[in-house]
């Protein structure tokens, strides 16, 4: 396995400072002499304040450097980063993943789909170029729960949801299957691209194992080290205050998750309402065919006042159609993006906490210079390891999203522009129907 990834087991690798070097480093809360009673706790500025990603020197736990421009000092200029602009950072690429071909599996006790898993790369930790295996939604379920247990310091792709998916019914009509394709094709590609996850055992095996089910039952494999750290934290730490680039992005995702929902609701009542329009639409085009079969001098016009009427419920339906199979699902897509993000917020401030916890127990201690436990030091390297992994995938995922909403607001534009100029194209060939005038004898 590469160096690139944290395998199974693997503790996770440090900031490029290390871990004797943040041994050397003054405690966010070190002790203060004092005659007067215990030791004064004086938080850090780096707890506290918002510190430029450039300031420090940071690498990926596959040594790759990142880019480390920092958040925005509050949620509202972090907002303001949605740009519709090119410049997403170009990457070699040496594992390409799709998922297509869906088919119905009809068994006794169930029914379900599954899905082809392509594979196609040059690693040397595979041990072919191609592989292409079956999946279903539960295979898509196990791998993103391993992802999180394994990996619990990086943002892991959402999934979509199980059964209910907006303005869909029937989970295994065409329309449902396909849109769950696309999603469950962007949840692979989106960890491919991830210079960590897509160096995971799980993901691997996901990818390769012919039987993945022989996996499964081998039942809760070990946690990496930084995994069973985080997983068995209790809440019996109180963190004292989020630094505050993470309280902005924390504001920032409240914010953020708040008007795609609002925009989701209004989304869904829109389509509703046209879909209510087209049915109106096609009792209405009819009429004029109707009632051309009784004018036979206007039997020519009103014949083709129904032909544009149904002319435009077609593009109508087309429009209704691209909102709900694009539109609504990146909109749930970056909703469910943002609870993931959130959790490894918490995730993050519970290392935070119990290291501030572990600091004011030394802290209490009434010897001037008090020995700092290796454990101490330990959840120190968690934290800066916790905030450097963040750090990058915020980065990662503001990249994404810039680009995603960009395709998705061209997109709308451009499927709007389409439906209008098809009903003005529908209208206007029926204006010589109505200029033309019968010639008197």
Same mark, same amino acid.
């Given at each position: 396995?590469s160096t690139?990834?944290?395998?199974l087991?693997?503790?996770?690798?440090?900031?490029?400072s290390? #871990?004797?070097?943040?041994?050397?480093m003054?405690?966010?809360?070190?002790?203060s002499?004092?005659?007067?009673g215990?030791?004064e706790?004086?938080?850090?500025?780096?707890?506290?304040?918002?510190r !430029?990603?450039?300031?420090?020197?940071?690498s990926?736990?596959n040594g790759?450097?990142?880019d480390?421009? !920092?958040?925005a000092?509050s949620s509202?200029?972090?907002?303001?980063?949605l740009q519709?602009?090119?410049d997403? =950072?170009?990457?070699t690429?040496? @594992?390409?993943v799709?998922?297509? =071909? #869906?088919?119905?599996?009809i068994c006794?006790?169930?029914t379900?789909?599954? $899905?082809?898993?392509?594979?196609?790369t040059?690693?040397?930790?595979?041990?072919?170029?191609e592989?292409?295996?079956?999946r279903? $939604? %539960?295979d898509?379920?196990?791998?993103?729960n391993k992802l999180?247990?394994? %990996?619990?310091?990086?943002?892991?792709?959402? @999934?979509?949801?199980?059964?209910v998916?907006?303005?869909?019914?029937?989970?295994?009509?065409e329309?449902?299957?396909?849109?769950?394709?696309?999603?469950?094709?962007?949840?692979?590609k989106?960890?491919?691209?991830? #210079?960590?996850?897509?160096?995971?055992e799980?993901?691997?095996v996901f @990818?390769?194992?012919?039987?993945? +089910?022989?996996y499964?039952? %081998?039942?809760m494999?070990?946690l990496?080290?930084?995994?069973e750290?985080?997983? $068995?934290?209790?809440?019996?730490?109180?963190?004292r205050s989020?630094?505050?680039e993470?309280?902005?992005?924390?504001?920032?995702l409240e914010?953020?998750?708040l008007?795609l929902?609002?925009i989701?609701?209004?989304?869904?009542?829109?389509?509703?309402e046209?879909?209510?329009y087209?049915?109106?639409?096609?009792?209405?085009g #009819?009429v004029?065919?109707t009632?051309g079969g009784?004018?036979?001098?206007?039997?020519?016009?009103l014949?083709?006042? !129904?032909? &544009?009427i149904?002319? &435009?419920?077609?593009?109508?339906?087309?429009?209704s159609d691209?909102?709900t199979?694009?539109?609504l699902p990146v909109?749930r897509? $970056?909703?469910?993006y943002s609870e993931s993000?959130k959790?490894?917020l918490?995730?993050?401030?519970?290392v %935070?906490?119990?290291?501030?916890?572990?600091?004011?127990t030394?802290?209490?201690?009434?010897?001037e210079?008090?020995?700092?436990p290796a454990?101490?030091e330990k &959840?120190? =390297?968690?934290?800066e &390891?916790? +905030?450097?992994?963040l750090k990058?995938d915020?980065?990662?995922w503001?990249?994404?999203k810039?680009q995603?909403?960009?395709?998705l607001l061209?997109g709308?534009?451009?499927?709007?522009?389409?439906?209008?100029?098809?009903?003005?194209?529908a209208?206007e060939s029926?204006i010589?129907l109505l200029q033309?005038?019968?010639e008197?004898?």
């Open positions: 396995m690139g990834g944290s395998g087991g693997t503790p996770r690798a440090l900031p490029s290390g #871990p004797r070097a943040l041994r050397d003054p405690h966010p809360l070190a002790p002499s004092s005659e007067e215990p030791a706790l004086t938080p850090s500025p780096d707890l506290l304040l918002p !430029s990603f450039a300031e420090k020197d940071l990926l736990p790759t450097p990142v480390t421009s !920092s958040p000092s509202s200029s972090l907002l303001n980063r519709l602009d090119d997403f =950072d170009g990457e690429r040496d @594992l390409f799709t998922v297509d =071909d #869906p088919k119905k599996h006794t006790m169930e379900y789909i599954t $899905y082809r898993v392509t594979t196609k040059t690693r040397a930790e595979f041990d072919l170029p592989y292409s295996v079956r279903r $939604y %539960q898509f379920d196990w791998l993103r999180e247990e394994s %990996q619990p310091t990086h943002l892991i792709p959402p @999934l979509p949801e199980k059964f998916m907006k303005g869909v019914v029937d989970r295994f009509s329309e449902f299957v396909e849109t769950r394709r696309k999603a469950l094709d962007k949840f692979l989106r960890i491919s691209d991830h #210079p960590v996850l897509s160096f995971n799980h993901f691997s @990818l390769t194992a012919k039987d993945l +089910n022989a499964k039952r %081998q039942g494999a070990l990496s080290k930084m995994g750290s985080v997983k $068995y934290v209790t809440g019996g730490y109180k963190l989020r630094p505050l993470f309280a902005a992005v924390g504001e920032y914010t953020f998750a008007k929902g609002t989701d609701r209004i989304a869904q009542r829109i389509i509703k046209e879909l209510e087209l049915v109106e639409l096609r009792e209405y #009819p004029y065919s009632w009784l004018e036979v001098e206007l039997a020519e016009p014949e083709g006042v !129904s032909a &544009c149904g002319n &435009c419920c077609t593009a109508l339906e087309e429009l691209d909102m199979e694009d539109f909109l897509e $970056y909703i469910l993000m959790n490894v918490k995730k993050r401030d519970q %935070q906490a119990e290291y501030e916890a572990k600091l004011e030394i802290a209490l201690k009434k010897e210079r008090p020995k700092v454990d101490v &959840c120190q =390297d968690r934290v &390891c916790f +905030n450097a992994d990058a915020m980065e990662r503001q990249n994404s810039r995603d909403f960009r395709q061209m709308m534009a451009d499927k709007n522009i389409q439906y209008y100029e098809k009903c003005l194209t209208w029926i010589p033309d005038k019968p008197t004898k």
